[in-house]
């Protein structure tokens, strides 16, 4: 006989596990920061992306730390998905070990580790930690969103919350990827006139949206569920709307080909989505 999946895990369950995962993703931070990115070996995976030394480190740890926290709670990790991947329900962790690869070996700060809670295909709450930064942007829908500064004792913790729409006549800000570009993204800037670029890696973007510091942040263009989930609570968290080009909201884990996010759009201020 087949066990019952896990019920669905609610707001005041994601309360109670946000400092130990938080926990978990500052020592994945930390094992990052301590490969030698001028020794360390780079291979290709099949999609022909980048993976190091650093990336399977901080997975080890996640895997391992998930397992004492949230043993009953099934997890998902760019680093260990089958081809085979059956689609994932009620909750589950999505988990990028490090996002931001290409931005980590080329010698850059603005890489990431990802991990979200996912229920019923919808981020509930997301943890992004820049290490190399200082930074963690972390939030639970529906409770918040707050900026952890990390230093030798206690982190600083403020709260974060996007900012309005910019009035009309006054220019906006969108965050662009550093090393993904393609053509739909650029179109949809240039119908936009005034924008302002903010040039960043990773899910830093996600986080820039989530304080304020940017207004939008689209991405027409295919990328993994694990890029996009952690931001995506922590947008939603912070008082911003994520929907795909058509105002459509997101689905996680239910079995989309290669758990691929066609497109999405990050918007500070939901009025502004379309």
Same mark, same amino acid.
């Given at each position: 006989?087949?066990?019952?999946?896990? $019920?669905? *895990?609610?707001?005041?369950? #994601?309360? !109670? =596990?946000?400092?130990?995962?938080?926990? @978990? %993703?500052? /020592?994945?931070?930390?094992?990052?920061?301590?490969?030698?990115?001028?020794?360390?070996?780079?291979?290709?995976?099949?999609?022909?992306?980048?993976?190091?030394?650093?990336?399977?480190?901080?997975?080890?740890?996640?895997?391992?730390?998930?397992?004492?926290?949230?043993?009953?709670?099934?997890?998902?990790?760019?680093?260990?998905?089958?081809?085979?991947?059956?689609?994932?329900?009620?909750?589950?962790?999505?988990?990028?070990?490090?996002?931001?690869?290409?931005?980590?070996?080329?010698?850059?700060?603005?890489?990431?580790?990802?991990?979200?809670?996912?229920?019923?295909?919808? $981020?509930? *709450?997301?943890?992004?930690? #820049?290490? !190399? =930064?200082?930074?963690?942007?972390?939030? @639970? %829908?529906? /409770?918040?969103?707050?900026?952890?500064?990390?230093?030798?004792?206690?982190?600083?913790?403020?709260?974060?919350?996007?900012?309005?729409?910019?009035?009309?006549?006054?220019?906006?800000?969108?965050?662009?990827?550093?090393?993904?570009?393609?053509?739909?993204?650029?179109?949809?800037?240039?119908?936009?006139?005034?924008?302002?670029?903010?040039?960043?890696?990773?899910?830093?973007?996600?986080?820039?949206?989530?304080?304020?510091?940017?207004?939008?942040?689209?991405?027409?263009?295919?990328?993994?569920?694990?890029?996009?989930?952690?931001?995506?609570?922590?947008?939603?968290?912070?008082?911003?709307?994520?929907?795909?080009?058509?105002? !459509?909201?997101?689905?996680?884990?239910?079995?989309?080909?290669?758990?691929?996010?066609?497109?999405?759009?990050?918007?500070?201020?939901?009025?502004?989505?379309?």
């Amino acid at each position: 006989m087949n066990e019952a999946p896990p $019920p669905a *895990l609610d707001c005041d369950t #994601a309360a !109670a =596990l946000i400092e130990p995962l938080t926990d @978990i %993703v500052i /020592r994945a931070g930390a094992a990052i920061l301590a490969v030698n990115r001028s020794a360390m070996k780079v291979d290709g995976k099949t999609d022909g992306s980048p993976v190091t030394e650093a990336d399977l480190a901080a997975d080890r740890i996640i895997a391992e730390g998930l397992a004492q926290v949230a043993p009953d709670i099934p997890s998902l990790s760019e680093e260990r998905v089958q081809p085979d991947a059956q689609p994932l329900k009620e909750s589950f962790f999505l988990v990028d070990p490090l996002d931001g690869t290409k931005e980590f070996v080329a010698g850059r700060n603005e890489f990431t580790v990802n991990l979200a809670l996912v229920t019923n295909g919808t $981020p509930l *709450l997301g943890i992004i930690c #820049a290490p !190399a =930064l200082g930074l963690i942007w972390r939030g @639970i %829908v529906g /409770r918040g969103a707050e900026r952890l500064t990390l230093g030798n004792g206690k982190p600083l913790i403020e709260p974060v919350r996007t900012r309005p729409c910019r009035p009309p006549g006054q220019p906006w800000t969108v965050a662009v990827s550093r090393s993904h570009g393609d053509a739909r993204t650029e179109a949809f800037i240039a119908a936009r006139p005034g924008a302002v670029r903010c040039e960043l890696g990773s899910a830093v973007k996600f986080g820039r949206v989530a304080e304020g510091a940017v207004d939008i942040y689209p991405r027409l263009s295919p990328t993994s569920e694990w890029d996009v989930a952690a931001g995506h609570a922590v947008v939603a968290a912070a008082g911003g709307r994520i929907t795909d080009s058509s105002g !459509a909201a997101l689905v996680f884990g239910t079995g989309r080909k290669d758990f691929i996010v066609p497109e999405f759009i990050a918007w500070g201020d939901p009025k502004a989505a379309v």
